[in-house]
């Protein structure tokens, strides 16, 4: 994962780029010997074929959020940058694998890495959400701001964000994976878990509405194998429909950093 930060960093200063809205992905692309081009890509998000200092990235021409199409783009070009010179030369990459972030060294979770130290470079996140309260609108902020999916916010925040929080994505009345920050009270929540009934997330798959406003859930209801998880432990909770995926994201934060 190291070398996925180190050249992340090294293209922010060899473009000189202060802030992530000086960053131009095209600009750089050009310069490094890539193109892309938008196509119609069956089930994948993107993929890119190169040889030897070129490269084209081609990306599914549907994606209609502009976050999720710059954070695809930007995943490309971290196979580009982190593999040129071995003997892989093409990705295949589905959503699957851009929401890969596994700790376990793999071509795509290293290009998410890649491309989240790019386009929410630690400083210039930093000083975007410093001193606001989280919220799943600080999420949307975050997600306008960067220009990059809410998902990929989402994980940021709770990576580096200043207050701790857990990111849960669900579908179809499971949990498909979870994020949680390390001093986050409860971290025990394996995928396949089942949503809880009292959460809102339950309400989007078995009923016709799901309330996006923040409330109160014991930490239980989530997280019912954590033994670290009291019954009076309380976290507030706010969930958002990902309807492309049929899937609902989550977070979760303690009550007190209300
Ligand atoms: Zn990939």
Not at 86 to 91: A, E, L, V
Not at 119 to 128: A, N, Y
Not at 160 to 176: E, F, R, T
Not at 198 to 222: K, V
Request: glycine share 4%.
């Amino acid at each position: 994962m190291t070398k996925a930060i180190k050249t992340a960093e090294e293209l922010i200063d060899k473009y000189c780029i202060e802030s992530h809205r000086e960053l131009n992905l095209e600009e750089i692309c050009n310069a490094e010997g890539l193109f892309i081009e938008e196509v119609e890509l069956n089930g994948l998000l993107g993929n890119i074929i190169y040889e030897n200092n070129y490269g084209l990235i081609l990306i599914n021409k549907s994606i209609s959020h502009p976050g999720m199409k710059r954070f695809t783009i930007t995943h490309e070009m971290g196979h580009f940058f982190l593999s040129k010179n071995s003997n892989i030369n093409k990705h295949g990459c589905s959503y699957d694998s851009l929401s890969n972030y596994s700790e376990n060294k793999n071509h795509e979770a290293e290009a998410n890495r890649f491309a989240t130290e790019l386009l929410m470079h630690k400083p210039w996140f930093s000083r975007f959400i410093k001193n606001i309260p989280v919220c799943m609108d600080l999420i949307k902020q975050i997600s306008e701001e960067f220009t990059v999916s809410l998902t990929a916010a989402a994980i940021r925040y709770a990576e580096i964000g200043q207050y701790p929080i857990a990111v849960i994505m669900s579908n179809d009345n499971l949990v498909q994976w979870a994020f949680i920050n390390d001093s986050f009270p409860c971290r025990y929540l394996p995928v396949g878990s089942p949503v809880p009934k009292e959460s809102n997330a339950w309400d989007y798959f078995n009923s016709d509405e799901m309330s996006t406003e923040e409330d109160l859930i014991q930490a239980r209801c989530w997280f019912t194998e954590d033994f670290r998880c009291s019954q009076t432990t309380y976290f507030y909770e706010q969930s958002i429909a990902i309807p492309v995926t049929k899937s609902v994201l989550t977070i979760l934060w303690e009550s007190e950093f209300k």
